[in-house]
């Protein structure tokens, strides 16, 4: 005991002798020709040739370093834009304090073609709470639109027909630089075809999502990031793509002073399709079975034009306002020739042949402003966000049916008129508490207002006299207005544990009217979702990830409209304005490694969905198929996702994905069950000739999907793209191949119901040809300091 004492006091007299010989060393940054600080700029302290400590300066230009030993050091400032500027030989005295006063950094001049990238971005990069998919750095997306960008994500399973899945889930919420969008809101499928793909820097996919985030996206949330320019001048890009299916033109321009930047961009999308759908169903009715078979041939094609505004104003160096305007527009028609036919014991009992169309005619705007207020404080910082979207939507058909010998007898036609708008107000506010700690708190408040008002007509014998069917008309007026508030603590140490635990409340106010005597509903409800997630960097380049989180899904326009689309008599389509919101919980470990130049990520997860949303299909006596949405269903999937990225070697790399699962739909209400394995495999191979020549393929396959009451068939895709540099890295031109050796994509999906049992075959077209070309102009340089950039949600996993 008496030798612990004596060690003990050894000890703390060494320390005490250490102590009394620290001192510290003071400076202030400025601009040589503004005269005004350099914030955050790095500032190193060498002894000897090597880094002894680092710090950043603060937004008054001020760097401290304290407890310095004392000695003789280098004081070396470097920031983007800047020259590097070393001090030599400052001295530390004992317990003195060291001020090196005012230190004037000269501005760098650069041309930018002269600097020489020596190492880029993998493709794929796991971050400590996402997976990050650097799109820019992708060729063979290069004409296309996001749906072909989401395409190539592991996770992400992306149907023919542009349906978005994350992990066997079509529940996912999609924000557009962190922020949700009105166009994603109406239909998720016909969002990404009007984002081309050329503007996407990069996609983030967050399987759970801290507090942060609104609670909506049952499976996660897919966050898309466009391109932005960080430099001051003025510069753009001229991108005209072609393709045997797709064109696109798209257009941007940057400006960008010392306090101010204003960006410009817009595009023109038109496109067409081509496919044969062949529908065989039997059904029983008074204890007949009969048959049916509907072989239609679909052709179709539309339009999307899209054009972006930002300005962001930095006021002072601690305030910054940002706003902007989003306007977007669309028209999509599709033209079905069917010929149906209905059998009872071999005998015709039903036939003749329907010329139809249905169009979707959609034009809205996003209006946001944004306002970032910075503290003297490192990383406090409180953003206020406001936004106002606003969308009208046409959806209309007409159809003549027919006789065999071609004439009409009877002609339909519908109009449904929709109107919706959407208020955002958030206020979110960060405050570290120390340098590896924070606390996050803030409130939301959403405010939607969705308007359908649909009328059917009718006329017979193929006259043009219409007669409005009031039975089949309404007006759907529906209000959802929710609020929200959280609370996220984060800590994040060098070693050992970190942490990040979160909880968020959400109320939601819904009201809904109907004006054919269908009577008024109203349904308040609260939710607590709480987050935690636990991770640890280890040795060799390991990190280690587990989590868990609630989230919730409400249904969107698209599940509640009342309206019944029966342009195909013997199959309808309607939503259900009494849909209930889903509650998904969802577990997940994750593993990930580098060994050189190869990355490996293992994630393993489990999903259990109550109340789930599921189309439910019925057919009737008369043989009409109706699909409705409606909460009969648990949804579970236990699973692991595989992926690797490496390089085969220095001019050659490979990225793939294996996606794995376990799906169970299980109604206790229909009684009925079903589950099967399921999977998506990803191959992604990119090789550098030199000289500016490059070449990529892609493939993926999914497998058969199971749905509550059947399968959805399984398909492939694959293509190859070669791209070179001309004009001197200004410009490039490029050319792939879709399917080469496969005309078209086939697919059958299956349904059984109660009575009846259906097979659907598809046949898609899609082998073509595209081009691409890119011309970037413009002079940039450095010297614009460093922003924050208001976030919506969490923050951005890298900039």
């Known amino acids: 005991m008496t030798r612990f004492l004596f060690t003990l006091l050894t000890l703390v007299g060494s320390a005490n002798l250490v102590l009394a010989q620290q001192t510290k060393i003071t400076g202030l940054l400025l601009d040589s020709t503004a005269n005004k600080p350099v914030e955050f700029a790095t500032v190193a302290l060498l002894k000897a040739g090597k880094i002894q400590e680092g710090v950043t300066a603060n937004e008054q230009g001020r760097f401290t370093f304290t407890k310095i030993v004392q000695g003789s050091y280098d004081v070396q400032i470097s920031f983007m834009g800047y020259e590097t500027k070393t001090l ?253 036919v209905e059998n009872f014991q071999s005998t015709i009992r039903q036939q003749y042949r329907r010329d139809m169309s249905r169009t979707y005619d959609w034009a809205g705007a996003t209006v946001n402003l944004d306002y970032t207020h910075l503290f003297k404080k490192p990383k406090r910082e409180l953003n206020f966000l406001a936004m106002y979207s606003f969308e009208g939507e046409d959806s209309d058909y007409w159809s003549n049916l027919l006789k065999r010998n071609n004439t009409i007898y009877y002609r339909e036609k519908s109009l449904n008129i929709g109107n919706n708008q959407e208020g955002t107000f958030q206020l979110d506010y960060t405050n570290p508490l120390d340098s590896i700690s924070k606390l996050e708190i803030g409130a939301k408040g959403i405010l939607r207002q969705i308007k359908s008002d649909y009328r059917i007509s009718s006329a017979v014998e193929g006259s043009d006299r219409f007669t409005e069917i009031p039975s089949l008309a309404n007006v759907f007026d529906y209000g959802q207005q929710v609020v929200s ?80 689309d029966q342009a195909d008599s013997k199959n309808r389509y309607g939503g259900n304005p009494y849909l209930k919101p889903e509650l998904t919980h969802s577990i997940e470990a994750n593993y990930s490694i580098s060994i050189k130049q190869t990355s490996l990520n293992a994630s393993f997860f489990l999903r259990q969905t109550n109340n789930a949303i599921e189309n439910v299909s019925t057919v009737d006596n008369q043989g009409v ?107 490039t031109i490029g050319f792939g191949y879709d399917n080469p050796f496969n005309k078209t994509i086939g697919w059958a999906n299956t349904f059984t119901g109660p009575n009846f049992n259906q097979v659907t075959d598809v046949a898609m077209y899609r082998r073509g040809w595209r081009i691409n070309l890119k011309y970037e102009f413009g002079k940039m340089s450095g010297g614009q300091r460093q922003k924050k950039r208001i976030s919506n949600d969490d923050k951005k996993a890298s900039e």
């Open 88 to 340: 030599k030989n400052v001295r530390a005295i004992d317990g003195q304090e060291v001020e090196l006063g005012i230190i004037k950094l000269s501005q760098s001049v650069q041309k930018l073609a002269e600097v020489t990238v020596t190492e880029q971005k993998m493709l794929f990069e796991e971050k400590s709470d996402r997976m990050v998919y650097n799109a820019e750095k992708d060729i063979s997306i290069k004409g296309g639109d996001a749906t072909d960008v989401l395409k190539k994500i592991p996770s992400i399973a992306v149907d023919i027909e542009g349906n978005v899945q994350l992990r066997g889930s079509s529940n996912i919420k999609v924000l557009i630089n962190n922020k949700p969008s009105s166009i994603v809101a109406r239909s998720l499928s016909d969002a990404l075809k009007q984002i081309p793909a050329d503007i996407i820097k990069q996609v983030e996919v967050i399987t759970t999502p801290s507090a942060k985030y609104d609670a909506e996206g049952t499976a996660g949330i897919i966050n898309i990031i466009t391109k932005k320019n960080t430099l001051q001048g003025t510069n753009g890009s001229i991108s005209p793509n072609f393709s045997q299916w797709n064109n696109w033109q798209n257009a941007s321009i940057n400006h960008r002073m010392k306090n101010v930047s204003l960006s410009a961009s817009g595009g023109f999308n038109d496109w067409k399709n081509k496919r044969s759908i062949l529908m065989r169903r039997s059904f029983t009715a008074a204890d007949s079975v009969l048959t049916q078979r509907q072989d239609q041939w679909v052709t179709g094609n539309g339009r999307n034009l899209y054009a972006n505004f930002n300005v962001d104003w930095d006021i002072d160096t601690l305030n910054r306002i940002g706003a902007g305007i989003n306007y977007y527009n669309g028209l999509n028609t599709n033209n079905f020739d069917m010929n149906f």
């Open 485 to 564: 508030g959280y609370m996220v603590y984060s800590r994040n140490p060098k070693k050992g544990w970190g942490v990040n635990l979160g909880a968020r409340y959400e109320y939601t106010m819904i009201q809904a009217n109907f004006l054919n005597g269908t009577a008024a509903f109203s349904n308040n409800y609260g939710n607590v979702i709480p987050n935690i997630s636990l991770s640890r960097s280890l040795k060799k380049d390991q990190q280690i990830r587990l989590s868990y989180t609630q989230r919730i899904q409400r249904p969107q326009y698209f599940y509640l409209n009342p309206y019944v």
């Open 625 to 731: 198929q109706t699909f409705k949405f409606q909460n009969v269903a648990q949804n579970s999937a236990y699973g692991v996702n595989l992926s690797a990225n490496t390089k085969l070697m220095k001019q050659w790399s490979v990225n793939g994905s294996l996606n794995l699962f376990y799906n169970v739909l299980e109604s206790a209400e229909l009684k009925t069950r079903n589950a099967d394995w399921m999977y998506r495999l990803n191959l992604n191979s990119s090789v550098d000739f030199g000289k500016g020549i490059k070449a990529q393929f892609f493939g993926f396959y999914n497998s058969n999907r199971v749905g509550l009451q059947g399968t959805f068939g399984g398909f492939g895709f694959y293509n190859v793209v070669v791209q070179k540099e001309v004009l001197k890295k200004k410009g």
